[in-house]
């Protein structure tokens, strides 16, 4: 299927997007000290269905081999950076550094995003690497164009999150998005010389998603087949957008849920 949609595939997406934005506002709001993973993840699952949409990440697997993944929202606290499993129910402390990742299924077509809360008294180095990876997202969109290299985005975000000391997660990138959950072109959030050169074109439906740790980019996954974590056990934070590429810059698709 093409990478680029039509406006008519475009005008859906961002009926979806507002409804996946919305969700995740309603998540955000319940995410405070003593709630719970497996409540978050019920609000995801009653919004999309009082709306008509379905839950992208339920059941998905990145290859065959993945067990299903187990919810609509993913939900990763304080070292996880990634992909955290709603169930088992765990319970959100005081403190914590909770990472929001929620994607649906709107008119058959999908959306993706996410955002990271602080909960309540969270260490004020924390809260910068938060705030840090929320503007680098805003740095990587400024980089978006028709005409521009894919690679101009990473360039953004490293530019502003490296000389903090911040480490960016390598292993993991932005995608496209849209007809699947993951599809081309891979989007890196630092410079990647070995990554395919794609130059971005109007129509294209991208999901822009830093992932910043406050110690090393080196991350590993947990036994569960899912939650991937740093490797040295540091905080880390990750904000994600679906937009779409225009001639003068980009359009968002999933408005931000906390601005
Ligand atoms: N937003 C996530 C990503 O792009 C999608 C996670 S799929 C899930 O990596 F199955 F893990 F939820
Ligand atoms: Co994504």
Redesign the pocket.
């Known amino acids: 299927m093409s990478l680029i949609k039509t406006p008519q595939e475009i005008a859906i997406l961002k009926e979806g997007g507002v409804i996946l934005s919305e969700t995740l506002r309603k998540i955000r709001a319940a995410c405070v000290a003593g709630s719970t993973s497996e409540e978050l993840d019920q609000i995801a699952l009653d919004e999309f269905k009082a709306r008509g949409a379905t839950p992208?990440?339920?059941n998905?697997?990145?290859s065959p081999s993945?067990p299903g993944?187990p919810?609509a929202?993913?939900v990763s606290i304080n070292d996880e950076v990634?992909?955290g499993l709603p169930v088992p129910a765990r319970v959100i402390k005081d403190g914590d550094i909770v990472g929001l990742?929620?994607?649906c299924w709107y008119k058959g077509l999908c959306t993706?995003?996410?955002t990271t809360v602080c909960v309540g008294n969270v260490d004020p180095r924390v809260r910068a690497l938060s705030e840090a990876t929320r503007e680098g997202l805003r740095r990587g969109i400024k980089a978006v164009r028709a005409g521009a290299p894919i690679s101009d985005i990473g360039a953004a975000i490293e530019d502003y999150i490296a000389p903090k000391g911040y480490g960016i997660v390598r292993d993991?990138v932005?995608?496209g998005?849209g007809h699947k959950?993951?599809e081309d072109p891979q989007i890196p959030n630092y410079r990647e010389p070995r990554a395919p050169h794609v130059i971005m074109q109007t129509g294209m439906v991208l999901?822009l998603?830093p992932m910043v740790a406050l110690g090393t980019w080196k991350i590993k996954q947990l036994n569960d087949g899912?939650t991937i974590v740093t490797a040295d056990g540091k905080p880390s934070a990750h904000f994600?957008v679906t937009l779409a590429v225009t001639d003068k810059g980009s359009d968002l698709i999933t408005p931000w849920p906390d601005v």
């Open positions: 992208s990440f339920l998905y697997r990145i993945d993944y919810g929202l993913c990634v992909h990742d929620i994607g993706d995003m996410a993991l932005g995608h998005v959950v993951h999901a998603e899912w994600e």
